[in-house]
């Protein structure tokens, strides 16, 4: 079964400054939560365009992940996408939009991913992924905005995790 991750989230800070901090790879430590033990391996500088390859390693509930994804898309300062080559998805992919918006940029996320091994991947996700998923991007968010200067945490799209109406295949 394939599921989807909506979020969006204001941020008051023109586009092409937060586009510029999404495109720096190593960033994305700055935003993920300590208890992933998230490390990016790709020696730097990371050249961001279509076709870049990014090898990370992480680690959930004490079990070691080796993730390799690939920029499949990459348009500045507009949007790029990122779909895991090798990880512990049966499928990811993760699309991020910068809209331009009155007082600065909303940057809105949709991760469309599959668990393997059905039925144990649908029985994972209602029992623990959804939930460190969630987990993740409320961090990532809440960690943006501290970032940024952000007084609040306006996540406007709060409907979180969900089977697709159309999953990509």
């Not at 993730?67 to 300062?77: G, L, V, Y």
């Amino acid at each position: 079964m394939s599921y989807r991750l909506e979020r969006s989230l204001f941020i008051p800070r023109p586009r092409p400054e937060v586009f510029g901090f999404f495109s720096d790879a190593f960033n994305l430590e700055r935003v993920t939560p300590s208890f992933l033990h998230f490390h990016i391996l790709t020696p730097p500088p990371i050249a961001m365009r279509a076709g870049t390859v990014i090898d990370y390693e992480l680690r959930l509930y004490g079990v070691k992940f080796h993730w390799k994804t690939r920029i499949s898309a990459f348009e500045p300062p507009f949007y790029f996408e990122d779909e895991q080559e090798k990880g512990p998805y049966r499928h990811w992919h993760h699309r991020h939009d910068f809209e331009e918006v009155p007082g600065g940029t909303l940057m809105r996320d949709l991760v469309d991913y599959a668990l393997a091994f059905e039925p144990f991947g649908s029985l994972a996700h209602s029992l623990f992924v959804r939930r460190s998923v969630e987990k993740i991007f409320e961090y990532r968010n809440q960690t943006i905005l501290e970032i940024f200067g952000a007084k609040e945490h306006r996540d406007v799209d709060a409907q979180n995790i969900r089977a697709p109406q159309n999953p990509r295949k």
